[in-house]
């Protein structure tokens, strides 16, 4: 009876948690979007630090983004040709490299390697700024560090993430199209043929709206977990290591919820 | 602001409570600093002086009192007020709390680039001047973390002053500086009260540069002001608390001093239910 008790505690206790942090993620993004709009710090300045961002969070990130996304792009046309191979309709590995890349695996691997790169260096940027006093020097110049160092890294997420899936959609597609060739089963105009042929709008639509979801995501998680550290370097490495976690599993669970609503709403037709 | 005349106080704190949680910090108090003049916050580590000092600049609202500056109620001000405010007034903190990622000329130049309409040439020139006065030109390029500590230090209060603040504080200018080092941040303080005459409040623990800079100082302890007054008027000061501080005397371990040892570690808990 007790241990049930306990049980059930413990389960409420930890929902409460999950809420109150998720209820403090979308303040945060909430707040951060709105100082976007309505920001008391000077325009030019603002998209000056938002274009920084950018060309960190984005452009950096194009070389990781593209192998890692042409070689997902290879296993799936392995992957897809060895079972499709059974049935004779090798004709269907540029469809199912094209959809599984753009519905699917072009989004969330731009993802990861996003958390990776820029969701835990958020966390670790702000959290040594806040053990350093710095967020405090900037407070104290009449400089909001939301307005200063989070609203630029939401705006330029939420342009570069989008833009580096598509690009990964396009590398995980050139990817398949690599062991098309190899395999002697296509030319390369086929397989790229192939794959728009077999692709229709939403797929790529879809893809571009879960990674405008996971670049807001994975910001809030960043930011949010540098803005709640404690004091000291291990705090620092702590609040790293959870922005990485965290953004990996709300990325996951927002792929299901997305996955499952694009499903429901009719999908492809 | 055209309403605070010479005799109107800077900073006016009246009983001042502050709280992290159920833990009191602060019990209620109050004091004055006049325009144009330094006044110095001696106490120990854990007598609340840093707390007392981020609720003068904003970072932490009282939880009980009031705190005017210039004529603002810290307690009452919005945002937008709060920021106001903050560009009249500089902060030195204690580790220099220099943008890590920008370069000193940067650090300095901030203040001026996001709230006044200069031009990027002229902010360079103020960038160069307010080097000149706390002894670092030539340093615009360097990075925060390629200058020592008391060089850090230094560029803080170039930061501080970038704007021409009306209020500077200090947070603990010459703690974990070598003497040499800190007289010469003391001597910058005094200097930068020549020139500017503007009010300065330093937070420190260093008696001897307290006894210097000062031209009234406000002993601190366990939350509760001990004793107001310049000085010599401190120098002689005969509560006990205020002299085992000037005294250097160490807590001894006789019954009286376990009880205040005690309330050492539990200081702040009294709070009124």
């Given at each position: 009876?007790?241990?049930?008790?306990?049980?059930?505690?413990?389960?409420?206790?930890?929902?409460?948690?999950?809420?109150?942090?998720?209820?403090?993620?979308?303040?945060?993004?909430?707040?951060?979007?709105?100082?976007?709009?309505?920001?008391?710090?000077?325009?030019?300045?603002?998209?000056?630090?938002?274009?920084?961002?950018?060309?960190?969070?984005?452009?950096?990130a194009i070389p990781?983004?593209?192998?890692?996304?042409?070689?997902?792009?290879?296993?799936?046309?392995?992957?897809?040709?060895?079972?499709?191979?059974?049935?004779?309709?090798?004709?269907?590995?540029?469809?199912?490299?094209?959809?599984?890349?753009?519905?699917?695996?072009?989004?969330?691997?731009?993802?990861?390697?996003?958390?990776?790169?820029?969701?835990?260096?958020?966390?670790?940027?702000?959290?040594?700024?806040?053990?350093?006093?710095?967020?405090?020097?900037?407070?104290?110049?009449?400089?909001?560090?939301?307005?200063?160092?989070?609203?630029?890294?939401?705006?330029?997420?939420?342009?570069?993430?989008?833009?580096?899936?598509?690009?990964?959609?396009?590398?995980?597609?050139?990817?398949?199209?690599?062991?098309?060739?190899?395999?002697?089963?296509?030319?390369?105009?086929?397989?790229?043929?192939?794959?728009?042929?077999?692709?229709?709008?939403?797929?790529?639509?879809?893809?571009?709206?879960?990674?405008?979801?996971?670049?807001?995501?994975?910001?809030?998680?960043?930011?949010?977990?540098?803005?709640?550290?404690?004091?000291?370097?291990?705090?620092?490495?702590?609040?790293?290591?959870?922005?990485?976690?965290?953004?990996?599993?709300?990325?996951?669970?927002?792929?299901?919820?997305?996955?499952?609503?694009?499903?429901?709403?009719?999908?492809?037709? | 602001?055209?309403?605070?005349?010479?005799?109107?106080?800077?900073?006016?704190?009246?009983?001042?409570?502050?709280?992290?949680?159920?833990?009191?910090?602060?019990?209620?108090?109050?004091?004055?600093?006049?325009?144009?003049?330094?006044?110095?916050?001696?106490?120990?580590?854990?007598?609340?002086?840093?707390?007392?000092?981020?609720?003068?600049?904003?970072?932490?609202?009282?939880?009980?009192?009031?705190?005017?500056?210039?004529?603002?109620?810290?307690?009452?001000?919005?945002?937008?007020?709060?920021?106001?405010?903050?560009?009249?007034?500089?902060?030195?903190?204690?580790?220099?709390?220099?943008?890590?990622?920008?370069?000193?000329?940067?650090?300095?130049?901030?203040?001026?680039?996001?709230?006044?309409?200069?031009?990027?040439?002229?902010?360079?020139?103020?960038?160069?001047?307010?080097?000149?006065?706390?002894?670092?030109?030539?340093?615009?390029?360097?990075?925060?973390?390629?200058?020592?500590?008391?060089?850090?230090?230094?560029?803080?209060?170039?930061?501080?002053?970038?704007?021409?603040?009306?209020?500077?504080?200090?947070d603990e200018p010459?703690?974990?500086?070598?003497?040499?080092?800190?007289?010469?941040?003391?001597?910058?303080?005094?200097?930068?009260?020549?020139?500017?005459?503007?009010?300065?409040?330093?937070?420190?623990?260093?008696?001897?540069?307290?006894?210097?800079?000062?031209?009234?100082?406000l002993v601190i302890?366990?939350?509760?002001?001990?004793?107001?007054?310049?000085?010599?008027?401190?120098?002689?000061?005969?509560?006990?608390?205020?002299?085992?501080?000037?005294?250097?005397?160490?807590?001894?371990?006789?019954?009286?001093?376990?009880?205040?040892?005690?309330?050492?570690?539990?200081?702040?808990?009294?709070?009124?239910?």
């Amino acid at each position: 009876m007790s241990a049930t008790f306990q049980f059930l505690s413990g389960v409420g206790g930890i929902a409460e948690a999950s809420l109150s942090y998720l209820g403090g993620l979308s303040q945060l993004t909430g707040r951060s979007l709105l100082l976007l709009v309505a920001s008391p710090l000077k325009p030019a300045r603002r998209l000056q630090r938002a274009s920084r961002q950018a060309m960190i969070v984005g452009v950096r990130a194009i070389p990781i983004v593209s192998l890692i996304t042409f070689f997902v792009g290879v296993i799936m046309a392995l992957q897809g040709a060895y079972e499709l191979r059974q049935l004779g309709a090798m004709q269907l590995v540029p469809a199912l490299v094209a959809i599984s890349i753009t519905r699917e695996l072009g989004p969330l691997i731009t993802a990861v390697v996003v958390i990776g790169r820029s969701g835990s260096a958020f966390a670790a940027e702000i959290g040594t700024m806040r053990v350093t006093e710095e967020l405090d020097a900037l407070q104290t110049m009449a400089l909001d560090p939301l307005a200063f160092l989070v609203a630029p890294k939401f705006l330029a997420m939420a342009v570069m993430v989008p833009c580096l899936a598509v690009w990964a959609d396009l590398m995980g597609v050139l990817g398949g199209s690599l062991f098309g060739v190899a395999s002697g089963n296509f030319t390369l105009m086929g397989f790229l043929i192939g794959t728009r042929d077999s692709l229709v709008v939403s797929d790529v639509v879809s893809g571009i709206i879960k990674s405008l979801v996971f670049g807001l995501v994975i910001t809030a998680v960043g930011c949010q977990e540098g803005l709640s550290t404690g004091g000291g370097a291990e705090e620092v490495g702590k609040a790293t290591t959870s922005a990485v976690v965290i953004s990996i599993l709300m990325v996951i669970l927002i792929d299901v919820v997305f996955t499952a609503l694009f499903y429901l709403t009719g999908g492809r037709s | 602001m055209g309403t605070t005349a010479l005799d109107t106080p800077e900073i006016s704190v009246r009983g001042l409570k502050v709280r992290y949680g159920d833990r009191e910090v602060l019990h209620g108090i109050s004091f004055d600093v006049r325009h144009g003049e330094t006044v110095v916050i001696l106490g120990g580590s854990g007598s609340g002086k840093s707390t007392l000092l981020r609720t003068l600049v904003g970072l932490q609202k009282p939880s009980e009192g009031e705190v005017w500056v210039r004529g603002l109620d810290l307690a009452r001000a919005s945002e937008r007020e709060m920021d106001e405010l903050r560009k009249k007034i500089g902060l030195s903190f204690q580790g220099g709390a220099l943008i890590g990622s920008m370069s000193v000329g940067e650090n300095i130049a901030l203040p001026l680039l996001e709230h006044s309409n200069l031009a990027p040439s002229t902010v360079e020139v103020m960038v160069r001047i307010k080097l000149e006065q706390v002894g670092l030109s030539g340093f615009e390029k360097y990075m925060p973390s390629e200058l020592s500590g008391g060089m850090r230090k230094r560029a803080a209060v170039a930061r501080a002053i970038a704007m021409d603040p009306e209020i500077l504080f200090f947070d603990e200018p010459s703690a974990g500086l070598d003497p040499i080092t800190a007289a010469g941040i003391d001597n910058l303080i005094l200097d930068l009260k020549k020139a500017y005459s503007i009010t300065t409040v330093v937070v420190t623990h260093e008696l001897a540069s307290a006894f210097l800079i000062a031209d009234r100082i406000l002993v601190i302890d366990h939350g509760n002001i001990l004793a107001i007054g310049t000085v010599p008027q401190i120098q002689q000061c005969t509560n006990p608390r205020v002299r085992q501080f000037l005294d250097r005397v160490a807590e001894s371990g006789d019954d009286d001093d376990k009880v205040d040892h005690l309330r050492m570690y539990t200081e702040g808990i009294r709070v009124k239910p």
